[in-house]
């Protein structure tokens, strides 16, 4: 072996050395794209809007505890969110690099709660291998963390009462009550989540404490205010449909429907669209603040996790009204009472009416995302443009809330009362996460 083919090894082997203990990098990006992965998942496992709700929440938090740890700026949320304890803490001894730590449990967690792991297990090694490349001693115990981290989270999450709720009796119609909510058409479907409100809340002391004033008392008698709500969902769906492609009211149903399972029926064929949860249009927009702002990490899992906590408990706010006064939807009373042949320009979600999920839903996020990034902030949401939609432009998140809860009597689904009073309360409930959860030492964001 001559002296030169010597050193040509001893230097291959030094630069191999080299290239595998280089700093692993981490960017905001990579969670994006993990929650943009495990989103596309949920739309085609058609999960219902309060399950897709928990689904974003758990991996947020998992991830948001160990970032934490690494940002004097940032407070744990264990004693601050019901029943979580301290996450384990590292070995001293041992360093790890807190974003793949994040990340993984992030994943991790993720991977438990989804059907189709395919496309999310395929983007995970992606990252594994990109990050084992770069330095493998570091990896492998930053892994190994986030995953123990990961199962501390899990076995959290697996006490929040959803395992017991699959079990529970399905909904039952009561076809002696008029009032009372009855499966819609083109599907018929039974009514979805009905125990939901016996989930464990993140935040509020029970799944009660924002319960909304009572709706309207049912009547159909035409002095009734009732039957008033019901006839302005009727005559505002006349309207706007009779404007045709030129109406804006059906522009911002169509834009903000963002019903999971819409039933198409053609011939004896039946088919069912998908589409993204109102949280998952509301995770989207979090998505596009954080990128408007630059945010790095930290501050991004910080805008997530305070976000989808907001709508996880704004879901479970929302079912549980929506089961307690079990309200019937207007494209049932239209066709009985009123005119056969009508058709909402939505489609019925299979679900009692009162309140309005996409009010209570999106008062909340609305509320929480102006904590994180202030008054005023303008933005185009882009997150329908998959489905086939234009862009639409707001002011600010509260701009935008309030369209998404008009969009419900424009769709006909919904009465006046269930919007504004559900407006109303996912707003109050925001309000309650933001003041509740101590979340920030100092701003990183805009944060007030």
Not at 10 to 27: F, H, M, Q, T, Y
Not at 109 to 127: C, N
Not at 213 to 225: I, N, Q, R, Y
Request: proline share 6%; hydrophobic share 40%.
């Amino acid at each position: 072996m001559t002296k030169r083919f010597l050193l040509l090894i001893i230097a291959c082997w030094l630069l191999s050395c080299k290239d595998n203990n280089e700093p692993i990098l981490v960017s905001a990006e990579d969670l994006h794209q993990s929650i943009q992965t495990v989103t596309d998942i949920m739309v085609h496992d058609i999960f219902s809007p309060p399950v897709a709700s928990r689904i974003f929440a758990y991996p947020n938090i998992a991830a948001y505890e160990i970032m934490a740890l690494d940002h004097v700026e940032y407070n744990s949320l264990a004693g601050q969110v019901t029943d979580l304890t301290a996450i384990p803490q590292p070995e001293a001894e041992t360093p790890i690099n807190y974003e793949v730590s994040s990340l993984v449990a992030h994943m991790e967690l993720s991977r438990r709660l989804i059907f189709s792991e395919k496309d999310l297990l395929a983007y995970r090694d992606s990252l594994y291998q990109q990050w084992e490349t770069k330095n493998p001693r570091l990896f492998k115990a930053s892994k190994t963390y986030g995953l123990q981290v990961a199962e501390h989270i899990a076995a959290w999450m697996n006490k929040d009462n959803y395992n017991q709720t699959r079990t529970m009796q399905k909904y039952t119609v009561d076809t002696d009550d008029p009032s009372r909510w009855q499966p819609t058409p083109p599907a018929y479907m039974d009514g979805i989540e009905p125990h939901w409100g016996k989930i464990r809340p993140f935040t509020l002391d029970s799944a009660n404490q924002f319960t909304p004033v009572a709706a309207p008392e049912f009547s159909m008698e035409k002095d009734s205010d009732f039957y008033k709500e019901v006839m302005e969902v009727y005559e505002i769906s006349n309207e706007i449909t009779q404007k045709g492609d030129d109406s804006e009211e059906i522009a911002i149903a169509q834009f903000w429907d963002c019903n999971p399972y819409v039933s198409v029926t053609r011939g004896h064929l039946m088919f069912a669209t998908k589409k993204i949860s109102p949280g998952a249009h509301w995770i989207g927009i979090t998505k596009i603040a954080c990128k408007m702002t630059e945010a790095d990490f930290a501050q991004t899992i910080y805008a997530y996790t305070k976000t989808s906590m907001a709508i996880a408990d704004a879901f479970i706010s929302c079912w549980d009204e929506k089961y307690r006064s079990n309200l019937i939807r207007p494209e049932t009373l239209i066709n009985q009472y009123i005119d056969e042949n009508w058709i909402p320009v939505l489609q019925t979600p299979p679900f009692p009416e009162y309140t309005s999920g996409h009010s209570v839903v999106s008062g909340a996020a609305a509320t929480a995302l102006t904590a994180i990034f202030g008054d005023n902030f303008a933005f185009d949401d882009d997150t329908e443009v998959p489905f086939g939609l234009p862009i639409r432009s707001f002011k600010s998140f509260i701009h935008a809330a309030e369209e998404a809860a008009a969009s419900r009597l424009y769709g006909g689904i919904h009465y006046r009362s269930a919007v504004e009073l559900g407006y109303d309360q996912g707003t109050d409930l925001g309000e309650y996460v933001v003041n509740k959860l101590s979340m920030k030492n100092s701003s990183a964001l805009t944060d007030n």
